[in-house]
């Protein structure tokens, strides 16, 4: 019996959250009008939502709650997209009309008319949908201060927590049965990201904003991870509906879409620098290297969480790496937060307290092993010191470690403006 009560204690919490955007849905019955939270700057703005048909909620969720779940999640499964809906979204006096597509989703694009207010940084729009049947809703829009000094765009799977958004069974256990944040997130990101969020000043509140090749059906799931680990909540951008169904059980292919949406958001905050986080697990390393490559002075520093010593993926590291190196910006692998907070600390994009902050919550966090060593390649020039990666530098070093203790790798020339801590 007591070993039950676990098993009993992580279904109804799985349930639970896996139901919740079937009742938090704007729209208990029929058809519903489901916004996810939007970015943009103060010339124009994005969001993208879902229309969708569902069925009436249960009745029983006093009496029996667990049921109530499975029955929602039911639903869930059940719920069908509603593809040409119409709608028009109102935002600081500009109003455009929206469409769905075939997979019942809607995208909206506007500059608002008037001036946004400079006391807050999310800020509601309104959703009207009028076709086929009248619903009212409200998104929330980041919109980042001018206090901001950089941008940064973060993958999540194998950066932010180890994988398994594509293996969703695994992830909830993880999150609900183990009971253990060392098993879902890297030791210390949260508060690396909390102090990339502050900038050196504390309140530079700088975007965050995350990339996922995972479906928008799992998006409540992350943010209940992001809150659990006090990571700064951001759009959590996905980057397509996998498409999935009886008919077509897989997903459709999106290899462009992650350059695509990077491309979009430099565009988009043109007057600032970015910070590309990712890992060496799967394309991170290539969708980077053309970023660079295309955006000249746009990058700060690219840190790549090292999970992978597979041959080929170190291959594509050195690419990156000479990239990088020839643009006059820096290349941090690793698969430690702690060095990366230190060369972030180095390059002025947080401040120094916070290296304590991400030892202190890594040391709660992780197993007790001895910590990595950092070496660099560093030369006088962008020129010499991607020869220096051509030559194998960068692969030597790499192959010194153990697969248990990786060393952290920093490429970069000798000479690098930090940031402006204004």
Request: overall charge neutral; charged content about 25%.
């Amino acid at each position: 019996m007591g070993t039950a009560k676990p098993w009993l204690r992580a279904l109804t919490r799985i349930s639970g959250l896996i139901a919740r955007p079937v009742r938090e849905a704007q729209g208990e019955s029929g058809v519903v009008l489901q916004p996810y939270r939007g970015y943009g700057s103060p010339t124009e703005v994005f969001l993208i939502g879902r229309v969708f048909r569902q069925s009436k909620p249960s009745s029983e969720t006093r009496r029996a709650p667990l049921l109530a779940d499975l029955r929602d999640i039911g639903r869930r499964i059940a719920r069908r997209a509603v593809p040409n809906a119409a709608g028009t979204a109102r935002f600081y006096g500009a109003e455009v009309p929206f469409t769905t597509d075939q997979d019942g989703y809607f995208r909206v694009h506007l500059s608002p008319a008037l001036s946004l207010p400079d006391d807050r940084l999310w800020h509601t729009m309104d959703l009207a949908l009028e076709q086929p049947q009248t619903v009212q809703a409200q998104a929330q829009i980041f919109i980042p201060p001018a206090s901001c000094r950089y941008v940064v765009i973060s993958d999540i799977d194998d950066t932010v927590m180890y994988t398994g958004v594509a293996n969703k069974l695994r992830m909830l256990w993880r999150l609900f049965v183990e009971d253990a944040k060392s098993r879902v997130a890297f030791p210390g990101v949260g508060a690396l990201y909390r102090a990339l969020h502050a900038g050196t000043s504390g309140h530079q509140q700088n975007p965050m904003l995350y990339v996922s090749r995972a479906p928008w059906g799992i998006y409540e799931v992350l943010e209940e991870f992001f809150d659990r680990h006090g990571i700064p909540v951001g759009p959590i951008l996905f980057l397509r509906e996998w498409g999935v169904s009886w008919t077509s059980p897989l997903p459709r292919k999106a290899e462009d879409h992650k350059r695509e949406l990077i491309h979009n958001m430099l565009a988009l905050y043109r007057d600032l620098p970015f910070v590309l986080i990712g890992d060496s697990g799967q394309h991170d390393p290539e969708i980077y290297r053309q970023i660079v490559d295309e955006h000249p002075g746009r990058v700060l520093a690219v840190y790549i969480r090292n999970v992978s010593r597979d041959p080929k993926r170190i291959r594509e590291i050195e690419d990156l790496a000479k990239v990088v190196a020839g643009a006059g910006s820096s290349l941090v692998l690793a698969a430690d937060s702690l060095a990366m907070a230190e060369h972030a600390v180095g390059l002025g994009l947080i401040a120094p307290t916070a290296l304590s902050e991400v030892q202190d919550e890594k040391a709660a966090t992780a197993d007790t092993v001895r910590p990595p060593v950092t070496y660099g390649i560093q030369r006088r020039t962008p020129a010499a010191t991607a020869d220096a990666v051509s030559r194998g530098d960068l692969q030597r070093l790499v192959e010194t470690g153990s697969e248990a203790v990786p060393p952290s790798v920093v490429v970069e020339p000798e000479t690098r403006r930090p940031l402006d801590k204004a």
